[in-house]
């Protein structure tokens, strides 16, 4: 897979980013997102497959991406299809710091250090490639303004940004409610993108040991209310650092 094309969870990542705080948006709603997002790519890639409500690896050859790459390995080991939501609720330490870790890397967000309280280290992550920020947004918006149906790309970062709480983000307000009403329906243009963020929302609302779904994932679904709030959609509090090393782990590579 060539890296001239975003991921998902990196588009998820930079949908999330607040420009006026640094901050992630939802940020623990997000975790699942990133991790549901994995999927989603892997799939596009070619390297799973959704068997009912389980995710199963058709094809365990790497993609070239560390991160997705230890997803599928991580994946694979597993001997069978993993429900998605037993995956996306599974531990996963660091992935929100290893993609944020990551876009820095590539240039598109750089890391303002600072102190919470006076005392605390933190660190903001400001968006530099704002042009890439913007046409993912004006992706999104076309998708809703337009009515027209999006690509499964653009389907599916929709349908993960409704379940991971980044409406009121993205379409704050009364004014954005109808928006908001629409991003959430886009969620029926892809049914592995629909399936995983089922299975996010799942997770939050803590269904996670209930068992298979009885409708498929793209089957209207998309009505149900949205997911459990997990904190504010904009303004969310700095995380503090443990350490100037601790900021910047990467978690799985």
């Given at each position: 897979?060539?890296?001239?094309?975003?991921?998902?969870?990196?588009?998820?990542?930079?949908?999330?980013?607040d420009?006026?705080?640094?901050?992630?948006?939802?940020?623990?709603?997000?975790?699942?997102g990133?991790?549901?997002?994995?999927?989603?790519?892997?799939?596009?890639?070619?390297?799973?497959?959704?068997?009912?409500?389980?995710?199963?690896?058709?094809?365990?050859?790497?993609?070239?991406d560390?991160?997705?790459?230890?997803?599928l390995?991580?994946?694979?080991?597993?001997?069978?299809?993993?429900?998605?939501?037993?995956?996306?609720?599974?531990?996963?330490?660091?992935?929100?710091?290893?993609?944020l870790?990551?876009?820095?890397?590539?240039?598109?967000?750089?890391?303002?250090?600072?102190?919470?309280?006076?005392?605390?280290?933190?660190?903001?992550?400001?968006?530099?490639?704002?042009?890439?920020?913007?046409?993912i947004?004006?992706?999104?918006?076309?998708?809703?303004?337009?009515?027209?149906?999006?690509d499964?790309?653009?389907?599916?970062?929709?349908?993960?940004a409704?379940?991971?709480?980044?409406?009121?983000?993205?379409?704050?307000?009364?004014?954005?409610?109808?928006?908001?009403?629409?991003?959430?329906?886009?969620?029926?243009?892809?049914?592995?993108?629909?399936?995983?963020?089922?299975?996010?929302?799942?997770?939050?609302?803590?269904?996670?040991?209930?068992?298979?779904?009885?409708?498929?994932?793209?089957?209207?679904?998309?009505?149900?209310?949205g997911?459990?709030?997990?904190?504010?959609?904009?303004?969310?509090?700095?995380?503090?650092?443990?350490?100037?090393?601790?900021?910047?782990?990467?978690?799985?590579r």
């Amino acid at each position: 897979m060539g890296r001239s094309r975003r991921t998902i969870p990196e588009e998820l990542l930079l949908l999330a980013l607040d420009p006026a705080t640094g901050t992630t948006a939802q940020p623990q709603s997000l975790d699942l997102g990133l991790a549901g997002a994995q999927l989603v790519e892997l799939a596009m890639a070619g390297r799973i497959a959704p068997d009912g409500d389980r995710i199963a690896v058709v094809l365990p050859r790497p993609t070239g991406d560390p991160t997705l790459d230890s997803a599928l390995e991580l994946l694979r080991r597993r001997g069978s299809p993993v429900r998605a939501v037993h995956w996306i609720g599974g531990p996963r330490l660091g992935l929100r710091q290893t993609y944020l870790t990551h876009l820095e890397r590539c240039g598109m967000v750089h890391a303002v250090n600072g102190q919470m309280c006076g005392v605390l280290p933190t660190t903001r992550y400001q968006a530099t490639e704002t042009a890439i920020s913007r046409e993912i947004r004006t992706r999104l918006d076309t998708a809703i303004r337009t009515g027209v149906p999006p690509d499964p790309r653009t389907a599916a970062l929709a349908a993960l940004a409704h379940a991971v709480g980044l409406g009121k983000h993205l379409y704050p307000g009364n004014e954005g409610r109808s928006c908001r009403s629409r991003l959430r329906d886009l969620i029926r243009h892809d049914p592995m993108g629909g399936l995983v963020a089922h299975a996010v929302m799942d997770v939050q609302n803590g269904v996670a040991a209930a068992g298979p779904r009885r409708a498929a994932a793209g089957s209207g679904r998309g009505q149900r209310s949205g997911p459990a709030a997990s904190g504010r959609a904009g303004g969310v509090p700095e995380q503090p650092r443990r350490g100037a090393g601790m900021a910047r782990v990467a978690g799985v590579r």
